[in-house]
């Protein structure tokens, strides 16, 4: 008897196979993505990476966001699915089959449906986890080792995880057929459908909500808020997303509706009346279209940008040190000579040559800007501009471009944009400024791109020693020297650490402090910490993206079946055939482009929110931001219309039957 | 001149090998008067449902033609058959064909909306035939809300809008109760009183008993036809059961 109902299980799903083997190929894209998630964090090569704990905890992120998006989206596809069956499983219990042996036949398709999923997800995931390893160490590019792993830890969770996410699944079907009397279940589909009632309020709220979102993401000002607000911002844009598709796009239709000279026209009357049905039945998997894409679009946008900022993250020297003194004269008088003597020492221990090399002095201090004059006091974070005044002198030997200042002139850079008057006051103390101020070129460090920063260029600094009250602790007096070399990144790094350790000792104990960098170690850094987060990005991408696509499937699936009764009774009362396909295209366009164009407008508006975010991180390239965005949303674009397409001629098929 | 007539209409399906074929109409020939009530009777498989797509040319015919009015509509091309067919015919289906996305009185408008008539002149005309069949108060609701007589009538009140000039009706009764039977039967026989040529396709004796005249069409042509003449609908209504006891016997009448 067992096997009967397993019969009936196998003979079920192949007859639903149109609903069927897409669902299991979802979920063996899922169980696999989530097992070479794990596998990566388990793989030994990835484990011995320098830096390895920021990419084990961001793909450890992944597997989180995999496994809670896997339990939605399957539960919301196999509601979906169940839905569809019941009307069989009241055929057979109206013939004489109990519930009894319904929910077996229930049961039968649950354990198959996870089984395959699982299964198959698996034996995917093993065959294409060297793949990803491969794929992940080019994008973070280190070396490859062609050496096959297997782990039994990523085996197992991943079996458990998703065996427990079936079993959840399976539960919840029988939960469902147990609730239906017999001809509920027949009735299932059929059901006399009610008019969709539009409600002003909530449609208000679908568009008041994002406005106000849009709004917060366009005025902030700090990074640092950036992350709560963007919090506050998706969740606000989520819900109005849910209630512009389901109950904003009824309501419009409905006002449409009442406007009758539009509505009795041959082009809009039967248009807008099926759109009005039709949004009321799909509003809700076009909202979850709509914010997929979305999704996928602000990953990918976010961490392309990153990836490719990469490079201006990065100082110019492979090795660089700057050391901060607590008076000008002793920098000015030569301190750094005998640091530079040790420096050199150390280099040739390790076969090292400098080359390239550059030494300047530069005066660091926080002022508050007033217009054209700098003053120091009391203020907000936010109010404090960082000035850096360096010599004319070292400022053209650092970026090759000539300058000449008399004593009482200086020249004012900063990273935006030019500055605009014709003098500069540093605490009372007036300079001109002779000419043009040169383009902003960062100097020494690698984070002074922001906006804060503000760089005063003097024939002198001694002339900052006339300005009362300026100097003293209040500043800082930085000797800083860098230098290239010709070995190999391992060498490089020991030697830079050797020399910065030998240092942080020698000054520490003076009560200096002192910091470094070695472009070749931050360069490595930058790329396992950004590859890291590319990779992970391009895998939910990949997740969203195909979920996407099955809900997009799924609508045209139905959408097919319930069009063609419709389309069949159109044709009987006189409307041309070629009129009704054109109607009924128009709109299913209609239908599944907007959730397209939603997304790249909720785009547009984030875009203020994640520039802030980059910032974070210290990206600070505007121009490649945008343009990672033009192409995220362009690339999206052509994968969703290629979906659009295949799935659209599912739709074709059923209703030109 | 007769307002509809048909001649040697044949129909012939071919199965998609091509090799064996089916007559689902083999010579049909009748006229319809403008005026009349006409029946067509006939088993399941007779051929009446093809007889009927192709009068409503939804379907083309094998061989022959139809003459509406003297026009050919059998070799119309497909988008002047819709067109065709939304000035000339009025259509009353069994399982009504309300479309559920529009509201009652919508969906009495889709054949003027398709017209290109305003929502004045559609206003105008709705009002008093919507009375006259009953159906005035339910205008404003969805098909889910009213009943299968109520769905009925709408489908008919839709059928009429256009003044069509002959309506074909396809098992009018067929998903009605008794009540609700009588009542469409009573309502076909009013408006046929004003008028209107109806053409009924049925199989249900209490149907046909309330036309004029009854075809009988057996194995793809017609077989028989009677008229009411004076007799009352229940003598009618004995007259078509005893023919048609004689057709299923296989004998002659």
Redo the contacts between chains.
């Keep these: 008897m067992g096997s009967l109902y397993l019969r009936f299980a196998v003979g079920g799903i192949h007859k639903n196979r149109k609903l069927c083997y897409p669902y299991i190929l979802t979920g063996v894209g899922m169980v696999s993505i989530f097992y070479v998630l794990n596998y990566l964090i388990n793989c030994e090569p990835v484990m011995e990476l320098r830096g390895s704990g920021v990419l084990t905890a961001t793909l450890s992120f992944g597997v989180f966001v995999m496994a809670a998006f896997s339990l939605v989206f399957l539960s919301y596809t196999s509601s979906f699915l169940t839905k569809r069956r019941l009307k069989e499983y009241g055929l057979y219990n109206v013939l004489g089959m109990d519930k009894w042996g319904i929910a077996k036949i229930s049961f039968w398709e649950s354990v198959i449906l996870g089984f395959a999923s699982v299964t198959l997800g698996l034996v995917f995931g093993i065959a294409i986890s060297k793949l990803c390893e491969v794929e992940i160490m080019n994008i973070i590019r280190e070396d490859i080792d062609y050496t096959l792993r297997f782990y039994s830890g990523p085996f197992f969770l991943t079996l458990t995880v998703y065996g427990t996410i079936y079993i959840l699944l399976l539960l919840k079907a029988l939960f469902q057929v147990s609730r239906k009397n017999p001809l509920d279940m027949m009735k299932s589909e059929s059901e006399?459908?009610?008019?969709p009632k539009g409600n002003r309020l909530i449609a208000l709220l679908g568009f008041v909500l994002p406005a106000v979102s849009y709004y917060m993401a366009a005025t902030i000002k700090n990074p640092v808020d950036a992350l709560s607000t963007f919090v506050i911002a998706v969740i606000m844009v989520i819900a109005a997303t849910y209630c512009l598709f389901t109950v904003g796009s009824v309501t419009l239709c409905k006002w449409l509706q009442k406007r009758?000279?539009y509505y009795?026209?041959?082009n809009h009357?039967i248009s807008v009346?099926?759109m009005?049905?039709r949004m009321k039945r799909n509003g809700a998997g076009l909202a979850s279209i709509c914010i997929l894409s979305t999704m996928v679009l602000v990953t990918m946008a976010g961490t392309i940008s990153m990836y490719a900022s990469i490079r201006d993250l990065i100082g110019p020297y492979d090795s660089s040190i700057e050391v901060r003194f607590d008076n000008l004269d002793e920098v000015l008088g030569g301190a750094g000579d005998s640091i530079k003597e040790n420096y050199y020492g150390i280099f040739k221990e390790y076969g090292l040559k400098p080359k390239e090399e550059t030494e300047y002095v530069h005066v660091y201090t926080n002022l508050v800007q007033r217009d054209d004059c700098f003053i120091r006091e009391n203020a907000q974070y936010e109010d404090y501009r960082a000035v850096r005044f360096i010599s004319a002198a070292d400022y053209s030997r650092l970026t090759g471009e000539k300058i000449y200042l008399n004593p009482g002139e200086a020249l004012v850079t900063q990273p935006s944009n030019e500055y605009p008057y014709s003098t500069v006051t540093i605490m009372g103390f007036t300079f001109s400024i002779p000419g043009n101020p040169p383009k902003y070129e960062e100097i020494g460090m690698n984070n002074s791109g922001t906006d804060s920063h503000i760089t005063v260029i003097l024939s002198n600094l001694d002339e900052l020693q006339s300005i009362d009250g300026l100097m003293g602790e209040n500043c800082e007096y930085c000797w800083t020297y860098s230098c290239n070399f010709d070995g190999d990144d391992d060498t490089v790094i020991a030697a830079h650490y050797d020399q910065y350790d030998a240092l942080t000792a020698y000054f520490g104990e003076r009560g200096y402090s002192s910091s470094g960098y070695s472009s070749r170690e931050q360069i490595k850094d930058a790329y396992v910490v950004f590859g890291g987060l590319l990779f992970l990005g391009v895998m939910l991408s990949l997740v969203f993206l195909s979920s996407a696509v099955l809900i997009l499937y799924y609508k045209h699936l139905t959408e097919g079946y319930e069009d063609k009764e419709?389309i069949s009774?159109?044709?009987?009362?006189?409307?041309?055939?070629?009129?009704v396909r054109k109607n009924v295209n128009s709109q299913i366009l209609t239908v599944f482009l907007a959730p397209l164009i939603v997304a790249g407008i909720h785009l547009i508006f984030a875009s203020p929110l994640i520039w802030k975010l980059l910032q974070l991180t210290d990206i600070y390239n505007f121009h490649l931001f945008i343009k990672s965005e033009i192409f995220t949303f362009a690339l999206f674009s052509v994968c969703y219309i290629i979906a659009y397409k295949l799935t659209a001629e599912t739709y074709l098929k059923i209703v030109g039957e | 001149m007769s307002l509809l007539t048909v001649t040697h209409l044949k129909k012939t399906y071919t199965s998609r090998f091509g090799d064996s074929k089916v007559e689902a109409l083999k010579d049909v020939n009748f006229t319809v008067e403008t005026g009349e009530f006409v029946a067509i009777m006939g088993e399941s498989g007779s051929g009446k449902t093809t007889l009927l797509n192709i009068l409503?040319s939804?379907d083309k015919p094998t061989g022959g033609n139809v003459v509406l009015d003297g026009v050919d509509f059998s070799t119309l091309p497909?988008?002047k058959?819709?067109?065709y067919?939304?000035?000339n015919l009025g259509?009353v289906?069994q399982e009504f064909?309300?479309?559920?996305?529009?509201?009652v009185e919508?969906n009495i408008?889709?054949?003027l909306?398709?017209?290109?008539k305003?929502?004045e002149e559609?206003s105008l005309k709705i009002n008093p035939l919507a009375k006259a069949l009953g159906i005035g108060a339910i205008l404003k609701k969805?098909?889910?809300e009213i009943s299968g007589g109520q769905k009925q009538r709408v489908a008919v009140c839709?059928a009429l809008i256009t003044d069509p000039k002959i309506i074909l009706a396809d098992e009018p009764t067929g998903a009605l109760d008794s009540r609700n039977t009588d009542e469409l039967l009573e309502l076909f026989t009013i408006i046929n009183r004003t008028g209107q040529t109806i053409l009924m396709v049925t199989h249900s004796v209490k149907a046909a008993s309330s036309a004029g005249r009854v075809l009988f069409i057996k194995d793809g042509t017609v077989y028989h036809e009677i008229y009411r003449g004076d007799s009352s609908n229940q003598q009618f209504y004995t007259k078509i059961s005893n023919t048609l006891t004689v057709l299923q016997s296989g004998g002659e009448v």
């Design positions: 006399g459908e009610k008019p009758k000279k009795y026209k041959k009357f009346s099926s009005t049905f419709r009774i159109m044709e009987k009362v006189g409307m041309t055939k070629t009129l | 409503a939804l497909e988008n058959a819709a067109d067919r939304r000035e259509f289906f064909n309300l479309l559920d996305t529009f509201s919508d408008y889709l054949p909306v398709l017209g290109g305003s929502y559609m969805y098909p889910y839709r």
